[in-house]
């Protein structure tokens, strides 16, 4: 059979994505590097240590392996703590060392994409309260314009926050994340401040740099009610898409967002956001219980029973949510970039699938004009996965924490080749994810 190629556009950005405490490594002066001392927060007890050693200089070997596979971007972010290591002390160091790793990536033909904030916050900052202290917000947007400042003569494209909902909720609901509450009207602060500070770090970002284009990266899952017919499924599903997936980019379009009942009004949220970065992993079925589930409302949510999994579980393959996450973020009016998309799988046996068919829906969406500019895998190397520890292995590259040695996964290969053809080709299936041979090319 002839070759069959699913094309992308030229100047189409393909890359990976991290952040800065899962790849760096000693990075000791922040909430996360604390929350993980204390016994029972990470999988088997374990810690984030050397990471990827990418303080330590391991960048560069990295940024040489997304170049040699032909990558033309990388998203990457800041580590707060150690810009602004007390309140009222700059580090010119630490930014000296970004401003070098941040010309590794031009050097190497990968534009860069950056993250300002990725989960972690400085220790000063856990230390008056975090994001539920009204003042982070600004002292945020003062640590971004720091940044932008010193960055911006080679990047142009900024995230503020990555996944506010995020901490939000496994932070302040299920306390799985620090600070480990389980308090709604904390959850409620906290939110309302990450809206506030990813505003205020929009206007300083532009103040500092008019042609920067802003925006944040925000998790998206699908919520399907897992009986159809039942309206408390119905009712739940819906709350939960409204709550973890429409008040942020709701709130930086129009700046005000109704929850449950309460009236959010944030209106120097408006319009702050040029492009929308996409992280979508997985969607889930919603159902009503009768007692309180452990996210204190009366629901519980899974995978369908027929979905396949990654080998722990973690991730469920359902790639046409992709497609109608992009389907429904057009509503924002904006570009999209999928900033995550990935699995872990240390084999490697599911992961080549995984991508391949959802670089698949990617393609659909590109070919309905739909403005999707990128696509950045979920990761390079394998990383510390917050309270998962190294037990989720979500790298392009695998990674033995011991030697630092990098290890090629068939899934680089594959990527490698997709980004060599700008297309996803029937011949790169065939070799790599030949279970979707049928499905994506049929005869
Ligand atoms: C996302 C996070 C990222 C990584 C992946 C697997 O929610 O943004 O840091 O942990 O999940």
């Not at 996360?32 to 990827?52: R, V």
């Not at 602060?189 to 770090?201: D, E, I, W």
């Amino acid at each position: 059979m002839p070759e069959a190629r699913f094309n992308f556009p030229k100047g189409f950005l393909w890359g990976t994505s991290t952040s800065a405490y899962q790849v760096e490594g000693n990075s000791k002066n922040n909430q996360w590097a604390q929350w993980e001392q204390q016994p029972g927060n990470i999988a088997e007890g374990q810690s984030c240590g050397l990471a990827c050693d990418w303080w330590g200089g391991r960048w560069r070997e990295d940024f040489d392996r997304a170049e040699e596979d032909g990558h033309n971007a990388l998203r990457m972010s800041i580590e707060w703590a150690r810009i602004q290591p007390a309140p009222d002390r700059w580090d010119e160091h630490a930014l000296d060392h970004y401003i070098d790793m941040i010309r590794g990536l031009t050097r190497r033909g990968l534009f860069p994409v950056v993250t300002l904030h990725h989960f972690t916050d400085p220790l000063w900052v856990d230390e008056i309260g975090g994001w539920e202290n009204d003042e982070v917000p600004a002292l945020f947007a003062a640590y971004a314009a720091k940044v932008v400042e010193a960055l911006k003569s080679s990047v142009t494209t900024w995230l503020t926050i990555n996944e506010p909902n995020v901490p939000v909720f496994l932070g302040y609901l299920l306390g799985e994340f620090p600070p480990g509450k389980k308090d709604l009207g904390a959850a409620f602060r906290v939110m309302t401040n990450f809206a506030r500070g990813h505003a205020l770090a929009y206007h300083a970002i532009k103040e500092e740099q008019p042609e920067a284009r802003v925006g944040f990266a925000h998790s998206f899952r699908g919520f399907a009610p897992a009986r159809s017919g039942h309206p408390l499924d119905r009712y739940l599903a819906g709350l939960y898409h409204r709550a973890w997936n429409e008040f942020f980019p709701a709130m930086f379009k129009n700046g005000v967002f109704r929850l449950l009942n309460r009236r959010i009004t944030i209106p120097e949220a408006a319009n702050t956001m040029d492009f929308l970065g996409l992280n979508y992993y997985s969607s889930d079925l919603v159902r009503f219980r009768v007692s309180a589930g452990k996210e204190g409302v009366f629901s519980e949510r899974f995978y369908p029973e027929d979905a396949e999994l990654s080998p722990n579980g973690m991730i469920a393959y359902q790639p046409e949510e992709l497609f109608r996450a992009i389907e429904w973020s057009l509503k924002f009016d904006v570009p999209v970039i999928i900033t995550e998309n990935g699995t872990e799988d240390q084999e490697d046996s599911f992961r080549r699938k995984y991508l391949a068919a959802h670089i698949h829906q990617v393609w659909r969406a590109v070919n309905f004009n739909y403005p999707v500019r990128g696509y950045f895998v979920w990761s390079l190397v394998d990383n510390f996965e917050w309270q998962e520890g190294w037990t989720r292995r979500f790298g392009l590259y695998g990674l033995n924490t011991e030697t630092q040695a990098r290890t090629r996964r068939p899934s680089a290969e594959m990527f490698a080749e997709i980004l060599k053809e700008n297309a996803l080709t029937s011949g790169t299936v065939r070799s790599y994810a030949p279970d979707l041979i049928a499905d994506l090319f049929p005869e």
